[in-house]
């Protein structure tokens, strides 16, 4: 097309409709300098009049063929019930040469104009729709920066001239707007429900409110609710009309839906039925808390992740008091788990609210539960029963937690409805060929992608028999997997585990009144059983005070107390550990809490030595190895780990970036392909990489306790994940750490 010499500026442009929309376009042309002329084309006088004494256009046409004729580009942004007449009108002056575009907010009845018109939508047409407006209207509330930061949606088809596009996008970005593309059906459905239905809602309400003449008195009274609930209904009405009518279809979808939800929601406010009520609140709370993932369909999102969290962690801090570290990460997956299926209201307390935990807690919610909270700590899971699970919208996105994953496969293959697992990047490249394997043994349908990484996609509606599982790998998660699934397989299922690993899954199944038999290292359950809600009281997880634990070693003159820490014997490697490398630690005041044992632990600092770890420690300190390689890095000596090749698939390599970061700092420290050996001496200063995996990056916080300069951390944002509190707790106990957010993404 001739329009290919156009380049920017332009020379006219004619906007035909001389409204909000259209004024708004018009100031943004001319502020920009995207053009040499704006013609403003209205079938009011007065409007022409305003709009060329407020600056808006240049020159004013009554007349629309006229007004076309010549123009470089022409923006319809006259109300879409017009479309068709306008473009009839046009068509005589348009020669191929001059680009149309539109504001319109259905899309399907511009095309359908267009076709009545010319045919076809021509290749010089590129529809659109600017999601920005208010509810006042008229050329005197164009705004020159009304579409800055908005989005644009653009809906071209296969014969529109890419030409004609790349301008159209070109003129909305000089603008300051985000231009999507989308095809026309997408785009009207889309905005029926996020845009169209509530404004339908607002009209209605206000006008069920208005008709009554008592009800008068209440506008005079209604606050914020109201206000906030209304505004849209005082956008323009015609303006409206011609929206609704032009996208009937979706407009009717959706209607429907949403009479359906106020049904649901009436029935419950009837029958007093509180666990409808707040099913349907909590759901759309955390719906709305977290919106753009809602309107991504999926449960929970990375907004944490995707901001590049930078830790400075400087030398001369000291380690001091008394503090209790958030809930243990694993029983507080296990409490939302187990509260789900079972009978009743499970109440927990100190919930873990870190990012893990909580893409656990959405899931639920995604498959039909109701839960409260939580609340400092505070959760309450009306449970559904063994069979009483919904199938969830879309898929189940969980973040960056592996048990989450891994516990849920097995779960999720029970049921009778297909599921789909994804998560962030880390978790999208760990093994699930781990439980996938066992889970098609009983009879599960499961697939992984070809190296057995997520998204695991799950069908439902599979009978499941019991097998008996010997593990090839310590692995509680794989262990809890099978025996999660075992609930409702045909029959005994039972595992071996090759080294004990954390047995939180046997303790709280029985807590909640299902037996589990435990001989040796045999696990054995009976599928068909219920669970009883029961409460659950989460000590403070070890795992998170190994950071202290190690931090209180490793600096002279420290002293401090890690209140309510759980000492699960399968969780105590990191106190056995620093114990054999000469670290002071007591355990005071054990006491057991609710099938948990728990206790408050005192750490003073003490010179340690490096020594040989002994392999039967490795599962029971599985987490706490980055932790435990700075205590190493600060002993005398050598400290040489083997048997530990799980590190390597964990958030991260743990081995791998470990040493490197030691290495960074100095330190002598060589990986082999399970373990590593780690020379003490010196630690410098320097730039470490976490690799977006939380625990390195709270360990080489508490190194820079006896670094000689500042140490620098990147990606820490998934500290979130397990300890969201960590640097407020740091620095309680008086180390020195900054946080700094950097303007990139992490990669
Ligand atoms: C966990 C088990 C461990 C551990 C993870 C939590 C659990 O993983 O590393 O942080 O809650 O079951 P593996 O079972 O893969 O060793």
């Known amino acids: 097309m001739t329009t290919s010499s156009l380049g920017l500026p332009l020379g006219t442009v004619t906007i035909v409709g001389l409204g909000l929309i259209g004024g708004s376009f018009a100031l943004g042309l001319k502020a920009n300098r995207l053009c040499r002329e704006v013609v403003g084309v209205s079938r009011s006088e007065a409007t022409l009049a305003k709009g060329l004494e407020l600056g808006v256009i240049d020159r004013a046409e009554p007349d629309v063929e006229k007004a076309v004729r010549g123009a470089d580009l022409v923006m319809l942004a006259a109300p879409i019930g017009t479309t068709e007449a306008l473009l009839r009108k046009m068509a005589p002056a348009l020669d191929g040469t001059t680009i149309v575009t539109d504001a319109g907010s259905v899309k399907g009845n511009v095309a359908a104009a267009a076709k009545a018109v010319f045919g076809s939508v021509p290749p010089w047409f590129v529809p659109g729709h600017p999601i920005a407006g208010s509810e006042r209207s008229g050329v005197e509330a164009a705004k020159v920066d009304l579409y800055r930061n908005h989005k644009v949606i653009l809906t071209p088809d296969n014969a529109t001239d890419p030409q004609a596009l790349r301008l159209v996008q070109r003129l909305w970005q000089a603008m300051g707007a985000e231009v999507l593309l989308m095809d026309v059906p997408q785009h009207d459905a889309v905005l029926a429900r996020t845009s169209h239905l509530p404004h339908l809602l607002a009209f209605s309400l206000v006008d069920t409110l208005a008709k009554d003449n008592e009800n008068q008195d209440i506008f005079r009274y209604a606050a914020g609710g109201f206000r906030d609930f209304t505004r849209i209904a005082s956008s323009d009405p015609t303006m409206w009309h011609d929206i609704f009518i032009a996208n009937r279809d979706s407009m009717l979808d959706v209607i429907d839906q949403f009479s359906a939800g106020l049904d649901q929601f009436r029935r419950a406010v009837e029958q007093q039925d509180s666990q409808a009520l707040l ?135 029970a049921q009778a409805f297909d599921t789909v697992l994804t998560g962030d990047e880390s978790l999208s490249k760990r093994p699930m060929g781990r439980v996938a394997k066992p889970l098609r043994e009983m009879g599960a349908v499961v697939e992984t992608e070809d190296k057995g990484t997520p998204p695991v996609r799950i069908k439902g509606g599979q009978l499941l028999k019991g097998i008996h599982y010997d593990m090839p790998m310590a692995s509680a998660q794989v262990k809890s997997c099978v025996l999660l699934a075992g609930l409702y397989a045909q029959g005994e299922t039972s595992v071996t585990e090759p080294a004990p690993t954390r047995d939180h899954t046997e303790r709280m199944l029985r807590g909640f009144g299902y037996p589990v038999k435990v001989e040796g290292n045999k696990i054995t359950l009976q599928g068909g059983g219920k669970l009883t809600a029961t409460k659950i009281d989460v000590p403070a997880d070890i795992s998170s005070s190994a950071f202290f634990m190690v931090a209180a070693s490793i600096t002279p003159g420290a002293d401090l107390i890690l209140e309510h820490v759980g000492i699960n014997p399968t969780r105590i490697g990191v106190i056995n550990i620093l114990r054999a490398m000469g670290g002071r630690l007591d355990v005071l005041n054990e006491r057991e809490v609710g099938g948990e044992p728990v206790a408050d632990i005192r750490i003073r600092y003490a010179p340690l030595q490096g020594i040989e770890i002994p392999e039967d420690q490795v599962p029971l300190a599985i987490d706490e190895f980055p932790a435990l390689f700075i205590a190493a890095a600060c002993a005398q000596g050598t400290t040489i780990l083997r048997g530990a090749e799980e590190l390597r698939v964990k958030e991260s390599d743990r081995i791998q970036v470990m040493a490197d970061g030691l290495k960074t700092l100095g330190v002598k420290a060589d990986p082999t392909p399970d373990g590593i050996i780690i020379e003490g001496g010196p630690m410098g200063s320097g730039t470490i990489e976490s690799h977006g995996d939380h625990r390195i990056a709270m360990s080489f916080a508490v190194a820079a306790l006896r670094s000689q300069g500042d140490i620098q951390i990147r990606n820490c944002a998934n500290v979130a994940t397990s300890f969201p509190n960590f640097v407020e707790l740091s620095r309680k106990v008086g180390m020195k750490l900054d946080v700094a957010e950097a303007g990139e993404q992490h990669g």
């Open 279 to 413: 099913g349907i609140m909590t759901r759309a709370k955390a719906a709305r808390d977290h919106f753009t993932k809602m309107l991504a369909k999926r449960a929970y999102t990375k907004t944490m992740t995707e901001k590049n969290i930078v830790f400075t962690a400087h030398p001369g801090g000291e380690v001091k008091g008394s503090i209790r570290v958030p809930g243990d990460k694993s029983i507080s997956h296990r409490s939302i788990m187990l509260g789900s299926l079972a009978e009743g209201v499970t109440e927990v307390t100190g919930f873990l609210e870190g990012e893990d935990s909580l893409a656990t807690l959405q899931t639920f919610r995604d498959l039909g539960v109701t839960i409260e909270g939580p609340n400092h700590g505070q959760v309450k899971i009306f449970g559904v029963g063994m069979h009483g699970l919904l199938p969830p919208h879309g898929n189940l996105y969980l973040g960056n937690s592996g048990t989450s994953m891994r516990l849920l496969s097995g779960l999720l293959s």
